[in-house]
């Protein structure tokens, strides 16, 4: 089943975050008008207890609602990046730069997590099984400098999306090859896509083919359209 989700699409590579000049698609400009109407906020997390650092925060963050699917929405526009043409860089302010094709990936250590999705449109899907290699491994062997603060995800269709360092490496995050037991399939952003359990899920940037360590938080293709810089869902950060 379709959903209308920035989460689970990657407009064309066009539309690049950096360039001002070309028309923005239908999704973009109604995505845009949702972060300037503030749409789907309930103001939910202003209603929590927060004197009491130690309580459970609840498992479905506020204006979520569960899905047993896992919806999907394409432009028609899909990466066709098979395992044989793939490869990831990790570069920017590191000692140790890396760039790896398939075989190099699949030598690193294997790490599984089964974690929750939550889609800034609203939806959650609980309990989804993941097998690939930890963001973390890749932090241990990239090295980064002392002014690396942060982490740009470049996409193989120009998509790009930003997380601190702490949230790259937080131990729940991960680079993706299967869900469920099953290969990542190209609309879900195989061969190779990022998952980070505490963000909205435009941030478990699809299609992963750079991993950029830079000292500047540089906002991607959804936060310099309106969508929060960090994504929390149980502060419901949706928007900036």
Known sequence: ????????????????????????????????AWARDGRLLTGAQADRDRTDPAAARPRLPPGQRLVTNWPVLDLG???????????????????????WRWAD??????FSDTSDIHCVTSWSRY???????????????ARPQADAAHVLLHSYD????NLNLAAFSAPDVL????WQGQPLTREHGGPVRLVVPQAY????????RRIQFVNDDTPGFWEVRGYHNEGD???EQRYG
């Open 1 to 32: 089943m379709a959903t209308d989700s920035p989460d689970d699409t990657i407009p064309d590579a066009a539309l690049g975050a950096d360039d001002h000049k070309t028309p923005e698609s239908k999704l973009v400009a109604t995505k845009r």
């Open 77 to 99: 526009i899909l990466p066709d990046v098979g395992t044989d043409d793939w490869t990831l860089t990790v570069d920017g302010l590191v000692d140790h730069p890396l760039t």
């Open 105 to 110: 990936f699949q030598d690193q250590p294997a």
């Open 127 to 141: 309990d989804n099984q993941w097998r690939g290699v930890s963001a973390d491994h890749i932090v241990a062997l």
């Open 158 to 161: 120009g998509y790009t999306t």
């Open 175 to 178: 680079l993706a090859t299967t």
């Open 201 to 208: 899920f435009w941030k478990s940037a699809k299609w992963l």
């Open 233 to 235: 869902p149980w502060t």
